[in-house]
């Protein structure tokens, strides 16, 4: 399958198709796509524990803290729609760099400065899914005290698949980062893929805690 047969948006599609096309050829969708594809199942999964939590007996207590995080579950899935998109987009646009023409000095120079320019952006797409995912791992963190019992696990079952995707996304940042030229960008970068694993890490082993306890 050619890259101009692959569906601008892939949540439109089957499962079956997605499934297919992400095992063609094709290199859309690659890692970060499927990633990003991931996690609004992960994010999914705690917004599930939420809506079976909203407006039921035995946790009125907790009603205004758990409406709160069933928006923002459903906002995350959303936004992760649009990441998926711009990562697909980031990458065509990196891609294209290198068809530039490198006949003169100058178009030489141009074609440098595009290529150092398109490689960030491929870059900084995968993480901004990587930064969503963490995002979504903060509200399963606030769930997991108080979340329907009946379905905490699932709360479980968020936390691990987004924490998956954080890594599996970042794979499609670390691919890029031997290509930077721009050292202290890619500096930042690394630091903030440290801060990310460590964070994702300690929210799963807080849920799972949380989730065991309440069995």
């Not at 400065?113 to 870059?123: L, N, P, Y």
């Amino acid at each position: 399958m050619s890259h101009h047969d692959v569906p601008s948006n892939f949540y439109e599609m089957t499962i079956t198709d997605f499934l297919k096309i992400a095992a063609s050829s094709s290199h859309v969708p690659g890692g970060g796509n499927v990633s990003a594809v991931v996690a609004t199942l992960g994010a999914s999964m705690g917004a599930m524990v939420a809506s079976l939590t909203e407006g039921k007996k035995g946790y009125e207590e907790h009603q205004a803290a758990n409406t709160a995080i069933l928006k923002a579950f459903m906002a995350g899935i959303e936004n992760l729609k649009q990441l998926t998109k711009g990562d697909v987009d980031a990458f065509d646009a990196y891609m294209k760099t290198f068809k530039l023409p490198k006949d003169t000095d100058e178009q030489k120079k141009a074609r440098a400065a595009a290529i150092e320019a398109g490689v960030k952006e491929a870059t900084l797409a995968p993480m901004k899914i990587c930064r969503q995912c963490l995002e979504l791992m903060r509200e399963a963190a606030k769930l997991a005290p108080f979340g329907n019992k009946g379905a905490i696990s699932d709360c479980g079952v968020s936390a691990i698949i987004l924490e998956a995707a954080i890594r599996a996304a970042m794979l499609s940042v670390d691919i890029n980062l031997p290509s930077i030229k721009d050292a202290a960008f890619a500096a930042d970068i690394v630091s903030e893929r440290g801060r990310l694993f460590a964070e994702a890490e300690e929210i799963t082993a807080y849920v799972l805690t949380h989730m065991r306890a309440r069995w």
